[in-house]
């Protein structure tokens, strides 16, 4: 099973990078930034492997550069409390 045919595995991977960068004392704005050239990335060249992925496709298609922004600090805010390592919540 591919990472990105499974939500669950999808967030808890996210949340333990964010946990990652956060150790390493990335502050939360390097790491939105991170996550829109990410979700970029992943709308240019990544077809959506189920539901939740097509929804976040849909919405990219649609929103401009500082809603892009948006979305993607509110997946970091979704995973926050994910991951194998789990750490405080994100900070804005």
């Given at each position: ?10 967030k ?38 189920n ?28 995973v ?13």
């Amino acid at each position: 099973m591919s990472l990105l045919s499974n939500w669950d595995r999808w967030k808890d991977f996210l949340a333990d990078r964010m946990h990652q960068a956060e150790s390493v004392g990335v502050n939360s704005e390097v790491i939105n930034e991170f996550a829109t050239k990410i979700g970029g990335y992943l709308a240019e060249h990544v077809d959506p492997k189920n539901e939740q992925e097509r929804l976040l496709s849909d919405l990219w298609s649609v929103a401009d550069e500082n809603e892009h922004k948006t979305i993607a600090r509110l997946i970091m805010k979704l995973v926050a409390n994910n991951g194998t390592t789990k750490e405080p919540e994100l900070q804005h």
